[in-house]
């Protein structure tokens, strides 16, 4: 089964797709996993006693899916994986996770296949890491695949960003093949031979998470240090620029001006832009920082106002 946003498009042969992949199996003695959205699909699969399901993006977007095919897999030992919904909703990811452990699901994981962002051209669905990187801080124990082939959405920057994932210490990768990629019945631009498949595999470097070298400790252990210093450095002068915020707030407030400040606003961004390049600091990142820095100060504005 394969849900699609438009109708017409190729949705998987359904349940006759079953015997297929168990014959596989058989043939291979590799495990099969199959993606549910469904009750029927999750008693069909259980029927053909299937290894592992998923539940896919579009569907952990619903609760009222999820929590149908949570009902399904009660009381059944079987591993789970939840893709991330396609908008960057992370409560709705980690809902459809709590969903399935309170069904009683012990082997629950995570499948991070990117999201969907407007105006993106360098990927299908823009990877977002900081939303994967903070379910991992949510659920430190709950392992998490990364999906290259719909983040990339073609074949020639998967292996990057199945590298780039493994670097972040993800704990694997889900990665489409086809023995006919070209005249694949869907996403066939993303999709790779076995063979290159194969080798895309071995050429990924595992890192280890930690290790026990005394000289690799003690300088880690040093510039975690500085790092912490200038966190700290960065705390108090985000206090102050927030107290001079406030200040700026009660002027406004004795003078009947309103909060926001459009001009003011673009002339902070494209100056911290600037400052920003100079350090090496992304375009990216600084209007991120700087757009969260100032909503902080409109928010304490607007208490000011209203006090």
Not at 226 to 243: F, P, S
Request: aromatic fraction near 6%.
């Amino acid at each position: 089964w394969k849900p699609r946003t438009k109708p017409g498009g190729f949705e998987g042969v359904g349940a006759k797709g079953l015997p297929w992949l168990k014959k596989a199996s058989e043939l291979t003695g590799l495990p099969v996993a199959v993606e549910v959205a469904t009750a029927k699909h999750v008693e069909d699969c259980l029927a053909f006693g299937v290894d592992l399901v998923w539940v896919g993006a579009r569907t952990t977007g619903n609760p009222f899916s999820v929590q149908e095919i949570a009902n399904a897999l009660r009381g059944v030992e079987i591993p789970v994986l939840v893709k991330n919904p396609i908008h960057p909703e992370l409560e709705l990811w980690a809902g459809a996770i709590e969903r399935l452990q309170k069904a009683g699901l012990k082997q629950v994981g995570m499948i991070h296949r990117g999201f969907s962002s407007y105006g993106n051209t360098d990927y299908r669905n823009a990877p977002m890491w900081h939303l994967p990187i903070e379910m991992k801080r949510r659920l430190p124990d709950m392992p998490i695949l990364n999906d290259p082939s719909h983040i990339c959405g073609r074949r020639d920057t998967l292996a990057a960003v199945a590298q780039q994932a493994l670097d972040l210490d993800f704990d694997g990768t889900m990665i489409e093949s086809h023995i006919d990629p070209d005249n694949a019945w869907s996403d066939a631009k993303q999709q790779i031979t076995p063979e290159v498949l194969k080798q895309l595999i071995t050429d990924l470097v595992w890192r280890h998470e930690t290790t026990d070298k005394e000289e690799f400790v003690n300088a880690l252990a040093g510039l975690r240090e500085q790092i912490n210093n200038l966190d700290a450095e960065v705390m108090q002068l985000l206090g102050r620029r927030m107290a001079v915020a406030e200040k700026i707030g009660q002027y406004k407030k004795d003078n009947d001006i309103t909060i926001l400040q459009t001009a003011r606003l673009n002339e902070i961004l494209e100056r911290s832009k600037r400052q920003g390049a100079q350090v090496g600091l992304t375009e990216d990142f600084v209007e991120r920082y700087m757009e969260a820095v100032h909503l902080e100060s409109v928010m304490r504005q607007e208490r000011v106002m209203n006090s």
